[in-house]
């Protein structure tokens, strides 16, 4: 008894131990990271204070942040003037963000409700397959510039191209995401389901659809960063209010300062969809990666 006893208290100060070590390097590594963004923004400002750089081409960090809360802010349109502005492009920046969210939304959210039905489908019948299989591959090759033309002249310049944009940029990467965790199922599972008298069914929602979901959540975390990257192409006609738009407008008007700050904003953003999605994906399917 008191040599079992030793043996797992041992244990517990191993697996202690292990969990300190594992909380030790994240933050080490979080200390590195922001040791690295300190030193990016300082060189970045001892580059524009010694004006080594044109403020045309490099504003300063000061100015960047000075666009942000401008761009946030409402303020004279001139010393002589008593009309007040409000935003850029007459909206503010948290309002260009949410346009931009809200289209996300609409095409990326269609996608993820026909992408898994269309791979379910495609990884279910072998002549369905053969059927749509090459114009799946075609519709992921295309980069959404070249059609977003076509789009524009089909459904206009307003939302509704840039709703189809989107969905066809997020479609195929969860299409296929659900084709390859079909094509992964173990033959295994579904016999020993149907061994134990299990109907289509049931082998659809306990056995397929636990197996292809993480496979799924996969191809909707990929579709959605690649639908927020395309969200610039969307914006490029008729893109106010949108994040977008905004840094496309702002680009042509030589407003530098505000360019980059739409683009950290974008960056920022990227970031945080994909740090969510990562960790609803944990919480979905706790039983991803563990040993079966």
């Known amino acids: 008894m008191n040599s079992t006893h030793h ?4 244990t517990s100060q191993v697996g202690l131990r292990h969990r300190r070590s594992i909380r030790l390097g994240r933050w080490r590594r979080l200390g590195l990271q922001l040791a690295s963004l300190v030193a990016a923004v300082a060189l970045w ?7 080594w750089v044109d ?69 279910r019948s072998r002549w369905v397959n053969s059927l749509t299989e090459p114009y799946l591959n075609f519709l992921r090759a295309l980069p959404p510039l070249g059609y977003i033309g076509l789009l524009i002249v089909w459904f206009g310049i307003g939302d509704l191209s840039k709703y189809w944009l989107l969905f066809l940029a997020a479609f ?34 306990h056995v397929i659809l636990p197996s292809t979901l993480p496979d799924i959540l996969s191809g909707i975390r990929i579709a959605t960063g690649f639908a927020w990257t395309t969200v610039v192409a969307a914006e490029l006609n008729n893109g106010i209010p949108g994040i977008g738009g905004l840094a ?3 680009g042509t008007q030589l407003q530098t300062a505000l360019t980059i700050a739409c683009i950290m904003v974008i960056g920022l953003c990227a970031v945080a969809l994909d740090t969510a999605l990562k960790y609803l994906a944990q919480l979905l399917v706790p039983w991803h990666g563990k040993a079966s």
């Open 248 to 250: 496309y407008v702002s």
């Open 7 to 10: 043996e797992q208290e041992e």
């Open 172 to 205: 195929p990467p969860i299409a296929i995401s659900t084709i390859n965790g079909m094509r992964g199922i173990r033959a295994d599972r579904i016999q020993a389901a149907e061994s134990m008298g299990a109907n289509s069914w049931q082998i659809t929602t």
């Open 55 to 123: 403020p045309l081409y490099l504003p300063s960090p000061g100015s960047v942040l000075d666009a942000l809360v401008r761009s946030n802010s409402c303020y004279p349109a001139s010393e002589s003037s008593s009309r007040i502005l409000c935003g850029e492009q007459g909206y503010f920046m948290w309002e260009h963000l949410l346009a931009s969210f809200r289209r996300i939304g609409v095409g990326v959210g269609c996608a993820i409700v026909l992408g898994p039905l269309v791979g379910f489908l495609m990884g």
């Open 45 to 51: 400002w001892a580059v524009t204070a010694l004006n």
